[in-house]
């Protein structure tokens, strides 16, 4: 057990090489993972049950001592990503699915990614953990709400359908995951030190199963969609960061809002798309995952310089 909970440590820290090396593997062997696109949805359950098995009442509790802090940054979730994602297909022109897919990814939660690179960049961690806990209790409502009124324009929206679909893959599991670590208790520490390699192997799949599925897509519009993607992912989190400046917050907690903001649950935006929308909808989101985590590493190490300095 002590070795698999050290093979989950390491696969969380290599997590974003991880899904860089196997979504370069589906683009040129899209063969050996176009089989895995019916297993999205139900290993996005998966992470989402290990999420439920690691919330904590405390998460919450930040939400009563510094509400005013988790308001804005669920506030700036839901409004800078969304906003931007709008903007930008409209600016250039995006075709009708891959816009979809951008404001898709735009309108998601936060990502538990976030959460560890928070902490990695010596940021507040229990408030990204309280907005990205937030934000994903209020997506079933907000996400499909959001991505009815920006996205209509290119390609219809079904807000019920994408309700029932973030019930079934993110609050089901969520809660069914409390409910086993409050009946179980401590027995549940094994599976929560096992549960980066689960979630990590999780994302992988769905990405490269993402990557596969629209590989000639990705051939024709890949370069234009990663441009978007990279200027999405940039300006959040740029603008997160400007916003807790804005707000008065202290550096820990404008690192925590700067990530919080930029760093999407792409996993989510990739099941919502292909079961909604199309495979190439789903690129946007894939393409996200990969490159939020290559980004959000870079920036977590130089938020940690910016502390270090001021000591």
Wanted: aromatic share 6%; with cysteine; glycine share 10%.
């Amino acid at each position: 057990m002590r070795a698999l909970a050290l093979l989950s440590r390491f696969c969380g820290n290599a997590f974003p090489l991880l899904v860089l090396l196997f979504a370069v593997l589906a683009y040129f062997q899209p063969g050996w993972f176009k089989g895995l696109t019916g297993a999205i949805v139900p290993l996005l359950g998966v992470v989402m049950f290990g999420m439920g098995l690691t919330l904590k009442g405390e998460d919450f509790r930040e939400v009563g001592r510094h509400p005013a802090r988790v308001i804005i940054g669920v506030l700036a979730q839901f409004i800078i990503m969304p906003g931007l994602a709008w903007v930008l297909c409209k600016v250039l022109a995006l075709p009708d699915e891959i816009a979809v897919g951008v404001i898709l990814v735009g309108c998601c939660p936060g990502g538990t990614a976030s959460n560890v690179m928070t902490w990695l960049s010596r940021g507040d961690v229990a408030l990204s953990v309280a907005i990205t806990s937030t934000t994903t209790l209020l997506a079933p409502l907000v996400t499909p709400a959001l991505v009815w009124l920006l996205a209509s324009a290119w390609l219809p929206v079904s807000f019920s359908a994408m309700f029932m679909s973030i019930l079934q893959v993110v609050l089901l599991p969520i809660a069914l995951g409390l409910i086993v670590q409050r009946m179980l208790g401590g027995r549940t520490q094994m599976a929560v030190d096992v549960l980066p390699l689960v979630s990590v192997v999780s994302i992988v799949v769905i990405i490269a199963a993402v990557v596969a599925a629209s590989q000639a897509k990705i051939a024709e519009s890949g370069l234009l969609i990663l441009a978007v993607v990279m200027l999405h992912n940039g300006l959040g989190l740029l603008l997160g960061y400007l916003t807790g400046r804005l707000s008065g917050m202290p550096l820990a907690q404008r690192k925590a809002l700067a990530i919080e903001v930029g760093m999407q649950n792409s996993g989510l935006g990739a099941a919502l798309a292909s079961a909604h929308f199309s495979p190439l909808a789903a690129v946007p989101s894939a393409l996200f995952s990969v490159w939020h985590n290559l980004s959000g590493s870079v920036l977590a190490a130089c938020f940690r310089r910016m502390e270090d300095k001021q000591k």
